[in-house]
């Protein structure tokens, strides 16, 4: 049969199927080839499409998008979920050209809704940062005015522990800080704040007095009578301003000299009770001159006179003081100064150089006057702002 | 004849039945669940975030591949076996991992915990030999003060250790550090100062 085909008996025949075959077999070879062709480039696009939204998410998550943009990235991650399950379908589909811009169309949402989510997140964790640094440097300057206002008043333990604790919560919000968890490092800040802050208003309340009209007034009319009663009885006189750790000695109603003072820990305070560590105030004088002692010259001064007395017996009568509180006393002015800090336990101390000179200009019945201060000064203006609700500091 | 047709369709029918009935794989498709939950419950989200992340990627192509299968007339879960068997792997890896980063953070918690004590009972012993008088009386009550809320900030680190909020008590411990070298240092200048 095939052999009498190809010698040409069939001819006709051969011509008239196989002809159309063969070219049928290549117009399907050719439409094969096509839309395998159109079907991998679509494929590929889908791929790449996939690719970006992929990366896209990637790095909205690698900004830590999952703490700062969770809503917006959950809707990401969902848009590029439904975009793959479309992929799926179009590659699975018995046609074999998928609908690539569909899906394309799809990731390229995911990947837009990735890089809103990626800014929102780099722009929230921009403003933490700057606001926790800010609070922490808040922070640390509150607590820093709190310290120095530790040095000036005696802080009672609950009150030092206060500043401890505030200390404490600074240290973990740098701690936060430094891991990354600014939530956690600003709340720490603003409790350290909240502590500082409760140390100054205790400052501040201490401070009232200094800011106090008739507290001042007091106080300059006991310096401007000390230095009367010098100049007209032509001695020795001496004035102490404790806000401004100043000795003045006055002789014949002028300024001799000028001397720098440490004085109690407690000096902020008027001296109530024994053991307060604060320096009294009030209008004294000496009543013995020692040589050598514990620290170095000293001048005893007549503390309690009559007016500590009655104010004392005042305070334990309305409960101010327990009824197991003593007055005190010798308070001195002494040498072992010039620390630069108050260390001692309500006495006035000067350099011992500056004692042998005052040892020599002054002696028993000089009288000594110890004021608060002479002006409305740092300390005043401090307890008004704190009144006032503005931050500030004393010094 | 009659009987040969009949065989056909019954061969057809039988194919067209097993090819449309294929079933997804639940049992894989359940383990991929389980471990995944397994993961978040062990703190990989704190602790192993990236191998949740991977695991969870995994899993949102399971999901992706079933719900293409499910729309078809002869769905086919070959590949969704496969991608649950990687999700599942994905998912225990991230438990493995959780656990192990849940660790250090313990164990860097302990670490500071422990150099927090140590210098809290030197700074202690320092201040109790520091020379006592009028000078210095109020400084070391203070100091005292300073050094027993540092204390409580270790017992607070303790505390948040047997909490699991690791981070919390690195924090508390890595403050209470700072405090008890901050009195450390006071007391040696002022015995340094005193000796001259």
């Given at each position: 049969m095939i052999h009498k085909w190809v010698l040409g008996a069939n001819r006709q025949a051969f011509w008239r199927w196989c002809l159309p075959a063969a070219c049928a077999a290549l117009l399907l070879a050719v439409v094969s080839f096509v839309v395998h062709t159109i079907g991998s480039r679509r494929d590929a696009d889908m791929h790449a499409a996939a690719g970006a939204a992929t990366v896209a998410i990637r790095e909205a998550r690698a900004a830590d998008a999952v703490t700062w943009a969770p809503d917006e990235l959950l809707a990401a991650e969902a848009a590029a979920r439904r975009s793959l399950v479309a992929q799926r379908i179009e590659e699975t589909r018995l046609w074999p050209i998928p609908d690539s811009a569909?899906?394309?169309?799809?990731?390229?949402?995911?990947?837009?809704a990735a890089q809103r989510t990626l800014k929102l997140a780099r722009d929230r964790v921009a403003t933490a940062t700057r606001v926790t640094a800010a609070a922490i440097a808040q922070a640390s300057d509150d607590i820093a005015a709190s310290d120095q206002l530790a040095t000036s008043i005696r802080l009672d333990p609950a009150r030092r522990g206060l500043l401890a604790q505030a200390h404490l919560?600074?240290?973990?919000?740098?701690?936060?800080?430094?891991?990354?968890?600014?939530?956690?490092?600003?709340?720490?800040?603003?409790?350290?704040?909240?502590?500082?802050?409760?140390?100054?208003?205790?400052a501040a309340a201490v401070a009232a007095r200094y800011?106090?009209?008739?507290?001042?007034?007091?106080?300059?009319?006991?310096?401007?009578?000390?230095?009367?009663?010098?100049?007209?009885?032509?001695?020795?006189?001496?004035?102490?301003?404790?806000?401004?750790?100043?000795?003045?000695?006055?002789?014949?109603?002028?300024?001799?000299?000028?001397?720098?003072?440490?004085?109690?820990?407690?000096?902020?305070?008027?001296?109530?009770?024994a053991?307060?560590?604060?320096?009294?105030?009030?209008?004294?004088?000496?009543?013995?001159?020692r040589t050598a002692g514990p620290f170095y010259k000293a001048l005893l001064l007549d503390y309690p006179?009559?007016?500590?007395?009655?104010?004392?017996?005042?305070?334990?009568?309305?409960?101010?003081?327990?009824?197991?509180?003593?007055i005190g006393g010798a308070i001195e002015i002494h040498g072992e100064g010039g620390r630069g800090r108050d260390w001692t336990l309500g006495c006035v101390a000067v350099k011992n150089t500056d004692m042998d000179d005052l040892f020599a200009r002054v002696g028993v019945g000089t009288p000594v006057t110890i004021v608060g201060s002479d002006d409305f000064g740092a300390l005043a203006e401090f307890a008004v702002r704190q009144r006032d609700g503005r931050a500030g500091r004393p010094h | 004849?009659?009987?040969?047709?009949?065989?056909?369709?019954?061969?057809?029918?039988?194919?067209?039945?097993?090819?449309?009935?294929?079933?997804?794989?639940?049992?894989?498709?359940?383990?991929?669940?389980?471990?995944?939950?397994?993961?978040?419950?062990?703190?990989?989200?704190?602790?192993?975030?990236?191998?949740?992340?991977?695991?969870?990627?995994?899993?949102?192509?399971?999901?992706?591949?079933?719900?293409?299968?499910?729309?078809?007339?002869?769905?086919?879960?070959?590949?969704?076996?496969?991608?649950?068997?990687?999700?599942k792997a994905a998912g225990e890896k991230a438990v493995t991992d959780a656990a192990a980063g849940?660790?250090?953070?313990?164990?860097?918690?302990?670490?500071?915990?422990?150099?927090?004590?140590?210098?809290?009972?030197?700074?202690?012993?320092?201040?109790?030999?520091?020379?006592?008088?009028?000078?210095?009386?109020?400084?070391?009550?203070?100091?005292?003060t300073d050094l027993a809320n540092a204390a409580t900030a270790i017992t607070d680190a303790e505390a948040a250790v047997g909490g699991e909020r690791f981070l919390d008590a690195k924090a508390k411990a890595e403050s209470a550090k700072t405090a008890a070298t901050t009195v450390k240092t006071a007391v040696e200048t002022a015995m340094a100062a005193k000796k001259k």
């Open positions: 569909r899906v394309g169309a799809d990731y390229a949402e995911a990947e837009r919560a600074l240290g973990e919000a740098r701690v936060h800080e430094r891991e990354g968890t600014l939530g956690r490092a600003a709340a720490r800040a603003y409790d350290a704040r909240e502590l500082a802050r409760l140390v100054r208003d205790h800011a106090d009209a008739e507290t001042l007034a007091r106080w300059r009319r006991w310096k401007e009578e000390t230095i009367a009663w010098s100049r007209r009885e032509g001695r020795a006189a001496i004035v102490v301003a404790k806000e401004a750790h100043l000795l003045t000695l006055f002789v014949r109603g002028e300024p001799a000299r000028t001397y720098k003072v440490d004085l109690g820990f407690n000096w902020i305070a008027d001296k109530a009770r053991g307060d560590n604060a320096t009294p105030e009030g209008r004294y004088r000496i009543i013995s001159r006179n009559a007016a500590d007395r009655v104010e004392f017996s005042r305070a334990r009568r309305n409960g101010d003081l327990p009824p197991s509180a003593g | 004849m009659r009987s040969k047709l009949g065989l056909v369709i019954f061969v057809l029918g039988v194919a067209v039945s097993v090819a449309g009935c294929a079933s997804p794989p639940k049992t894989e498709i359940d383990a991929v669940k389980t471990s995944i939950d397994q993961a978040v419950s062990a703190g990989a989200g704190q602790y192993a975030a990236d191998s949740l992340k991977s695991a969870q990627d995994a899993q949102g192509a399971l999901d992706a591949e079933l719900k293409a299968q499910e729309g078809k007339w002869f769905p086919s879960y070959t590949k969704a076996t496969e991608l649950a068997a990687a999700a849940k660790e250090k953070t313990k164990a860097e918690a302990a670490t500071a915990i422990t150099d927090a004590k140590a210098l809290l009972t030197e700074a202690q012993d320092l201040l109790a030999k520091a020379p006592k008088g009028k000078g210095s009386a109020a400084d070391i009550e203070a100091m005292k």
